[in-house]
């Protein structure tokens, strides 16, 4: 191998001192193009509209999970009941208010909201400083 060209084949090395490497081991071994299937029954797996060779295995797997689950008669309940208890944590989910007599409260500290709540009304505190009353006088409430 020489080290000035270090992906000449070592198989061509009287080509490549002469400075024509091969040819052929400069090219890679798969094109990366999906191969034609031939029509007189050639000995290539693969189907015609493009698909992997144990694709029809893959589907028999994914049916077979499909009726166990649909055999199941407990899923959809399962599947009801968190659907539940997630939107009642959402909804009594209290740790975003602050103590509001505590004088001394950490202002930079983080509010816990919710992603789906910041998504529904986007104007939600970020930091509890947003959450403190700075003026408690309105003129408008008289």
Not at 106 to 117: I, K
Request: with cysteine; hydrophobic share 30%; aromatic share 4%.
């Amino acid at each position: 191998m020489n080290l000035a060209d270090p992906w000449s084949s070592t198989t061509g090395s009287s080509d490549s001192n002469n400075g024509n490497p091969n040819a052929a081991s400069l090219q890679f071994e798969d094109n990366f193009e999906p191969t034609v299937v031939h029509s007189n029954g050639g000995d290539n797996q693969q189907p015609r509209d493009g698909r992997l060779p144990d694709s029809d295995s893959y589907l028999a797997a994914l049916e077979r999970r499909l009726r166990r689950i649909r055999s199941n008669p407990t899923v959809l309940q399962q599947l009801a009941e968190r659907r539940e208890a997630c939107m009642q944590h959402l909804l009594s989910d209290n740790s975003s208010t602050p103590a509001r007599g505590n004088p001394e409260l950490d202002l930079d500290e983080p509010v816990n909201n919710h992603e789906l709540l910041r998504f529904i009304r986007p104007e939600q505190a970020l930091s509890v400083a947003e959450l403190v009353h700075l003026v408690k006088y309105d003129h408008l409430e008289q």
